[in-house]
T-cell receptor
Framework: AQSVTQPDIHITVSEGASLELRCNYSYGATPYLFWYVQSPGQGLQLLLKYFSGDTLVQGIKGFEAEFKRSQSSFNLRKPSVHWSDAAEYFC??????????????FGKGTKLSVKP | NAGVTQTPKFQVLKTGQSMTLQCAQDMNHEYMSWYRQDPGMGLRLIHYSVGAGITDQGEVPNGYNVSRSTTEDFPLRLLSAAPSQTSVYFCASSPKTGTGGQPQHFGDGTRLSIL
């Protein structure tokens, strides 16, 4: 069965420091992978997606993620964090086959706090 | 272009009451879904639809009904509200392609409290 694990529930980084949020997935084939961000009281906004091809994908707001098949990982990175990046981040894997196309399985999220 | 619109934004119900959460999208997306978000649980899929007239259950369907009579609308019905259904509900949509994997567009959510 598909699953997504985000090992870190809460991370605190200083403004200007680099950031890496971890995501591990379980899926039987090449997955579709996504990172979403949720600001307090808001819906989810897509940061980036991986479907195929180059394993390093660029997203909005200066984020990038790297797909590593051997490690079943899709970690999110940002070289320099801004205070406005404080939010909750969700990794998700998408179904490929049949009637469940479009379904996303979400991790439980990582809450990012940014220290001034 | 409004995207995905959810109404109401907030609602308080008493145990046993029924209500319908509305969801509409104006992007002509075939796929629509409902999730609930609870602290520490991420988003869990309640029901989804791959087109008008077609619905199916997700991970946590009990206590909820859906229908899809048009491409645009996908309402979620609570037949007899229970305190365990206190949650934030999100509706999402995406185009359906032959290979799936399209990112979903989310509404802003409905915050529902059951007393």
């Amino acid at each position: 069965a598909q699953s997504v694990t985000q090992p870190d529930i809460h991370i605190t980084v200083s403004e200007g420091a680099s950031l890496e949020l971890r995501c591990n997935y379980s899926y039987g084939a090449t997955p579709y992978l996504f990172w979403y961000v949720q600001s307090p009281g808001q819906g989810l906004q897509l940061l980036l997606k991986y479907f195929s091809g180059d394993t390093l994908v660029q997203g909005i707001k200066g984020f990038e993620a790297e797909f590593k098949r051997s490690q079943s990982s899709f970690n999110l990175r940002k070289p320099s964090v801004h205070w406005s990046d404080a939010a909750e981040y969700f990794c998700a894997v998408g179904a490929y086959y049949g009637g469940s196309q479009g379904n996303l399985i979400f991790g439980k999220g990582t809450k990012l706090s940014v220290k001034p | 272009n409004a995207g995905v619109t959810q109404t109401p934004k907030f609602q308080v119900l008493k145990t046993g009451q029924s209500m319908t959460l509305q969801c509409a999208q104006d992007m002509n997306h075939e796929y629509m879904s409902w999730y609930r978000q609870d602290p520490g649980m991420g988003l869990r899929l309640i029901h989804y639809s791959v087109g008008a007239g077609i619905t199916d259950q997700g991970e946590v369907p009990n206590g909820y009904n859906v229908s899809r009579s048009t491409t645009e609308d996908f309402p979620l019905r609570l037949l007899s509200a229970a305190p365990s259904q206190t949650s934030v509900y999100f509706c999402a949509s995406s185009p359906k392609t032959g290979t799936g994997g399209q990112p979903q567009h989310f509404g802003d959510g409905t915050r529902l409290s059951i007393l």
